[in-house]
């Protein structure tokens, strides 16, 4: 019930960096979290960072020094700046929404933004 959409993506040279966003179609009320995974070819779908509605927030070892998480509830927005890029971080950059629906914790997630770093 909740739809994400992503935008910032594209192309970076190492050291680069992106700004990501991802706006929802609603407010999310109540214990919630927002949060950045991304996914290579041939890998897993990766944790890169999350962030709870009460502000608690978590990154990746191999990205807590150089990505930085934050929303804007108003806006219905999170936000992901991705700095001093490696081309280890070439990815499909996915947001997610984990929020409640009555009783049940859902999943939203959204279409996926393209993270290309090369030289």
């Known amino acids: 019930q909740v739809q994400l959409v992503e935008s910032g993506g594209g192309l970076a040279q190492p050291g680069g960096s992106l700004g990501l966003s991802c706006v929802a179609s609603r407010i999310l009320f109540g214990v919630n979290a927002m949060g950045w995974y991304r996914q290579a070819p041939g890998k897993q779908r990766e944790l890169v960072a999350t962030i709870t509605s009460a502000g608690s927030i978590n990154y990746a070892d191999s990205v807590k020094d150089r990505f930085t998480i934050s929303r804007d509830n108003a806006k219905n927005t999170v936000y992901m700046q991705v700095n001093s890029l490696k081309p280890e971080d070439t990815a499909v950059y996915y947001c997610?929404?984990?929020?409640?629906?009555?009783?049940?914790?859902?999943?939203?997630w959204g279409q996926g933004t393209q993270v290309t770093v090369s030289s």
């Open positions: 997610n929404a984990h929020y409640r629906i009555g009783p049940n914790w859902v999943d939203s």
